[in-house]
């Protein structure tokens, strides 16, 4: 896809965190406040849009700006969630700060892609993975400079991404599927954010980066071109709801109940009746013009319950949860972003019954 953003790419889209980064902020938090400022309930659509049905403590949940997080905006301004008899507060968060909440305690649920899920285990803030909204369809790619027509031509050359986030894994296993060995392509580590930058200066032939940092890199050179997105491996990149142990053990019933309104969400986005309010809903959220908007929706694929039913089978391969999430523990075993001894288990992450409604 070819979009440009038009708002800050400071914001990062679903990064797999160094476990450092994610133990750093854990501890910066311990002593006294997260390391990035968070935006929490200062959000007017979301304050007017909180249920306040049987209990005074609401379920609290931190989404960030990913179009399968924002989707939950619909359900905010739409009131779905207080006619399911929830209390429930979106919080609005920066990606990253939304997992130094998590693992302080001060969430109990977040948005993450299952591989930080991973990543936030292993740091010992463990989230249990009940549903997934979304897989990346296209949003997450590898843009290569005129010349680079394919993933074979690769070889030999450098390609920039910044190391140990989701787009080295992409990389990663794009050149693994093509059969193109790791060391033949010279990798140069570089902040996301100045990626089209560093591929305009000519001193790289691609790089790896997500939406709408793609769509300007695409920009910036002339006859760039996408040689390989996540739409070439779908389910090489869920995006997750992660409850803490505690909250769904006592709260099962609303995480249930939660499940529902998505199922109501991804049908609501999805009808052509009514994707175009869904879209204006979503875009606002997150200041971005409903056209550009529906581009990114469409690298997204939403997955609604029947869906996650299927993808929370225990089996190999990218079309399972299981699967899909053991290739990124491998991948981050092997790039060392955490120890085999902190490996979390995968099973104990995943819970494949609320999504049958137990």
């Known amino acids: 896809m070819v ?98 909440a998590f693992a302080a305690g001060k969430l109990d649920a977040v948005l993450v892609t299952n591989g930080d899920d991973l990543v936030n285990a292993s740091a010992g803030s463990r989230g249990i993975m009940v549903f997934a909204t979304d897989y990346s369809s296209g949003n997450d790619m590898i843009v290569a400079k005129p010349g680079i027509d394919k993933l074979a031509d690769l070889k030999g050359k450098t390609v920039a991404v910044e190391k140990g986030l989701v787009d080295h894994l992409l990389l990663a296993t794009a050149l693994e599927q093509n059969k193109i060995p790791a060391d033949s392509v010279k990798l140069l580590n570089s902040p996301t954010n100045e990626l089209p930058q560093v591929l305009a200066s000519g001193k790289v032939d691609a790089v790896a980066l997500w939406q709408p940092v793609a769509g300007q890199a695409l920009k910036a050179v002339t006859g760039s071109k996408a040689i390989f997105t996540s739409a070439d491996q779908p389910g090489l990149i869920y995006d997750v709801l992660s409850v803490s142990p505690a909250s769904l053990s006592q709260h099962r019933d609303d995480w249930i109940k939660l499940s529902k309104v998505w199922d109501k969400l991804v049908a609501y986005i999805n009808d052509p009746a009514t994707q175009a309010d869904a879209v204006k809903i979503m875009a606002a959220r997150s200041g971005v013009d409903p056209v550009v908007y529906t581009g990114y929706l469409k690298g997204t694929h939403l997955l609604d319950l029947t869906h996650n039913k299927d993808i929370m089978v225990k089996k190999d391969g990218f079309a399972s949860l299981y699967g899909s999430t053991q290739h990124v523990n491998q991948f981050n075993l092997d790039n060392s972003i955490y120890s085999k001894d902190k490996a979390p288990m995968i099973d104990s992450l995943i819970d494949p019954q609320l999504v049958q409604g137990n």
């Open 3 to 100: 979009m440009v953003a038009e708002k800050s790419v400071t914001q990062r889209v679903k990064p797999v965190m160094h476990a450092m980064t994610v133990m750093a902020l854990s501890v910066g938090v311990m002593l006294g406040g997260c390391s990035k400022k968070t935006e929490t309930s200062t959000d007017p659509a979301a304050a007017s849009a909180v249920a306040t049905p049987a209990s005074n403590t609401p379920l609290v949940i931190g989404y960030s700006d990913w179009p399968g997080f924002v989707a939950w905006q619909v359900a905010i301004d739409k009131g779905w969630l207080k006619d399911a008899g929830l209390n429930v507060q979106f919080q609005w968060f920066d990606y990253s700060a939304s997992l130094s």
